[in-house]
């Protein structure tokens, strides 16, 4: 039952601030109740809610000893007591206000949340019906008068306030179940990210030592040259591979500065040329409006950003075609520089995953599938955001959005 997506040494430091936790508000608890039940404050008969509290602080505190003692038994400790502890919060709710306390069943939902970093999805809904068993019983119970009413705050009494109260938080129960469902699939993958993000940084180190070794040796005069060209095509795909990998996993420091956003796209446009084999059919056109248009970025993650959407749109015309670069103002507030393609185009059902990390539609060419991700980054990094539309076989447009610079 207990789940596996997240590693069980972080489950266990989970655990570890969870009992504590628990044991500083159980402490705390423990001392109101003996204050009220002293002063008899509200009426209160808090008897049962001390013994009930003492229970627990004892169920806590016997955590420390397994842990000790039997270090694999913590997590199936901690199962266990959450599951007694939706017991404990249905006996304090109905002594500290019953179903009239809006602000007592609020630990139902965070013992849920809580549950989820430990259960496996069908646990979790299991956990989830027992917490809305729990609660609906003791409303029932107090709702059919077979429990006395502990209405501390002296709610006036209606049948329609008692459905609206067990409506209400049955609500909230539900959409807690519904957001936990998918949490820890989904904190799991964010951790394989992260893991695989670090990890590939450090290989991108680890392959740039080696590269520059090569790099030097390939302009030896006693190689042929062939062995030349083939060599440092092969390099120079390493050495893109290692730079997308490096500009993806690090997060860089940005250099503010004040940006002609014609001149930048020209730039862009050049590197970009300059990488094309001598003779191709590709034709590069510039389109640019005539009033200067400014943005304050990073000169250099901007020009990563450009130069990866255009050879995003190059590769997709497979050596033939013809790739056109407006800029131009949008609005009031806004720039935009248009990236269109004569290429293949892209399915409608693939336009939303072509930004994710590591996924392409390039299989045996260049591209692992980061340039997308890097120029999505970056251009969000600056507060823009890109747009796409593409129809297959006739080509694509992606729109980078930017703010104009304040004048």
């Known amino acids: 039952?207990?789940?596996?997506?997240?590693?069980?040494?972080?489950?266990?430091?989970?655990?570890?601030?969870?009992?504590?936790?628990?044991?500083?508000?159980?402490?705390?608890?423990?001392?109101?109740?003996?204050?009220?039940?002293?002063?008899?404050?509200?009426?209160?008969?808090?008897?049962?809610?001390?013994?009930?509290?003492?229970?627990?602080?004892?169920?806590?505190?016997?955590?420390?000893?397994?842990?000790?003692?039997?270090?694999?038994?913590?997590?199936?400790?901690?199962?266990?007591?959450?599951?007694?502890?939706?017991?404990?919060?249905?006996?304090?709710?109905?002594?500290?206000?019953?179903?009239?306390s809006m602000m007592w069943p609020l630990p139902y939902l965070l013992l849920i949340a809580i549950a989820s970093l430990f259960l496996s999805r069908k646990g979790r809904v299991m956990f989830s019906a027992y917490v809305l068993l729990c609660y609906?019983?003791?409303?029932?119970?107090?709702?059919?008068?077979?429990?006395?009413?502990?209405?501390?705050?002296?709610?006036?009494?209606?049948?329609?306030?008692?459905?609206?109260?067990?409506?209400?938080?049955?609500?909230?129960?539900?959409?807690?179940?519904?957001?936990?469902?998918?949490?820890?699939?989904?904190?799991?993958?964010?951790?394989?990210?992260a893991s695989l993000g670090r990890f590939s940084t450090e290989l991108a180190h680890e392959i740039r030592t080696p590269l520059q070794a090569i790099e030097n040796l390939i302009h030896r005069e006693d190689l042929p040259p062939s062995v030349s060209a083939e060599v440092l095509g092969q390099t120079e795909r390493m050495s893109r591979f290692v730079k997308e990998m490096l500009a993806f996993g690090r997060e860089e420091r940005q250099r503010i500065s004040r940006i002609r956003i014609q001149d930048l796209v020209g730039y862009s446009v050049d590197l970009v040329s300059k990488a094309l084999p001598s003779p191709c059919g590709i034709e590069l056109e510039r389109q640019f409006c005539e009033e200067d248009l400014w943005v304050d970025g990073d000169m250099?993650?901007?020009?990563?950003?450009?130069?990866?959407?255009?050879?995003?749109?190059?590769?997709?015309?497979?050596?033939?075609?013809?790739?056109?670069?407006?800029?131009?103002?949008?609005?009031?507030?806004?720039?935009?520089?248009?990236?269109?393609?004569?290429?293949?185009?892209?399915?409608?059902?693939?336009?939303?995953?072509?930004?994710?990390?590591?996924?392409?539609?390039?299989?045996?060419?260049?591209?692992?599938?980061?340039?997308?991700?890097?120029?999505?980054?970056?251009?969000?990094?600056?507060?823009g955001r890109i747009e796409v539309e593409s129809r297959p076989g006739l080509g694509s447009k992606f729109t980078v959005k930017l703010p104009l610079a304040e004048c």
């Open 300 to 383: 250099e993650q901007l020009t990563k950003a450009l130069s990866n959407l255009m050879r995003n749109g190059i590769d997709s015309m497979n050596g033939r075609g013809r790739l056109v670069v407006s800029v131009s103002r949008f609005g009031f507030e806004w720039l935009q520089v248009e990236i269109q393609d004569t290429g293949t185009g892209i399915l409608k059902s693939e336009i939303p995953k072509i930004f994710e990390p590591f996924y392409t539609t390039k299989a045996g060419r260049r591209g692992i599938g980061l340039g997308l991700a890097i120029a999505k980054k970056f251009v969000e990094a600056h507060s």
């Open 1 to 100: 039952m207990v789940n596996q997506a997240l590693r069980q040494n972080f489950q266990k430091k989970l655990v570890d601030y969870f009992f504590r936790s628990k044991i500083i508000v159980g402490a705390a608890l423990l001392a109101c109740s003996f204050f009220f039940h002293y002063f008899r404050f509200f009426g209160l008969e808090s008897i049962p809610t001390i013994i009930t509290l003492l229970v627990e602080m004892f169920i806590f505190s016997f955590y420390y000893f397994v842990r000790s003692t039997r270090p694999e038994w913590v997590l199936h400790y901690n199962l266990a007591s959450l599951w007694i502890d939706i017991l404990a919060v249905t006996v304090a709710l109905h002594y500290l206000g019953g179903i009239y």
């Open 136 to 193: 609906s019983s003791l409303f029932q119970l107090e709702h059919q008068g077979f429990l006395s009413r502990h209405n501390v705050f002296g709610v006036p009494q209606s049948s329609g306030l008692d459905v609206f109260c067990w409506a209400s938080m049955a609500f909230l129960i539900l959409i807690m179940a519904l957001v936990s469902y998918n949490f820890v699939e989904l904190l799991g993958r964010f951790q394989a990210f």
